[in-house]
Each structure stands twice: as C-alpha cells, then as structure tokens.
Nanobody, 127 residues
Framework: EEQLVESGGGLVQAGGSLRLSCEAS????????IGWFRQAPGKEREGVSS????????YYADSVKGRFTISADTAKNTVYLQMNSLKPEDTAVYYC????????????????????WGQGTQVTVSS
C-alpha cells in the first residue's frame, strides 16, 4: 500500500525554524517527484516546494524562496523540508505528495498531478 507520513510540525515563534519529514513506502520512491503543499484555514491548498528524483531539480514557491530548503535521503525514502525564518503567514497544514516522474515544470505545483498524499502535519507560527 502506497503511504506518505509527515512529521515535524509544531508551534514555533516567528523567526524560528522547523524541519518537516515525509517518509514514503509502498512505491518506487526514485520514480517520483515529492512535493510539499500547505493549506491555511479558508484557503486553497498551494504548492510550496518539490524535488524530482528524475533530474534532481527542486522548485519553490516565491513566498518561501530563500527561507525553505527541500532535500531527499533516498536511502531512507524520506524528503525533508527545512523551514527557516518562519512567518505567521506560514501557518497551515503541510502535506507531502508523490507524482510520477517526469513532471513538466508547470505541473510541479498542480495538485491533480500528484497520486499519493499524506495526512498532513500542522505548522503554527506565532507572532
């Protein structure tokens, strides 16, 4: 069974850091792009970052560039999202998802391109 499990969320003050983890199982990890999405209350789910095992490329939403870093440990089938300089507007439920590679650049943050989703982890940034 395909599964993605997020962890690492929590409550942090503005300016602080968190590292989210996404552990994958049940599918060929190396054949997929792993993306991070987030959904704040009353807002649509949006793409935050993605990393492709096809070509090693990574992408970031403009709102997190320079603050968030995505990385992967293929030996552990795990993708990480290091989040620094957190802001209250980063508060959301963060989800990881898997999409079969290769993805077009335009599809990197397209929810319909992703086949498998985790249950999410809450990130709350206080001001």
């Amino acid at each position: 069974e395909e599964q993605l499990v997020e962890s690492g969320g929590g409550l942090v003050q503005a300016g602080g850091s968190l590292r989210l983890s996404c552990e994958a199982s049940g599918f060929a990890f190396d054949d997929y792009t792993i993306g991070w999405f987030r959904q704040a209350p009353g807002k649509e789910r949006e793409g935050v970052s993605s990393i492709s095992h096809f070509d090693g490329s990574s992408y970031y939403a403009d709102s997190v560039k320079g603050r968030f870093t995505i990385s992967a440990d293929t030996a552990k089938n795990t993708v990480y999202l290091q989040m620094n300089s957190l802001k209250p507007e980063d508060t959301a439920v963060y989800y990881c998802a898997a999409a079969y590679d290769p993805l077009t650049i335009s599809a990197r943050f397209s929810r319909i391109a992703y086949s498998y989703w985790g249950q999410g982890t809450q990130v709350t940034v206080s001001s």
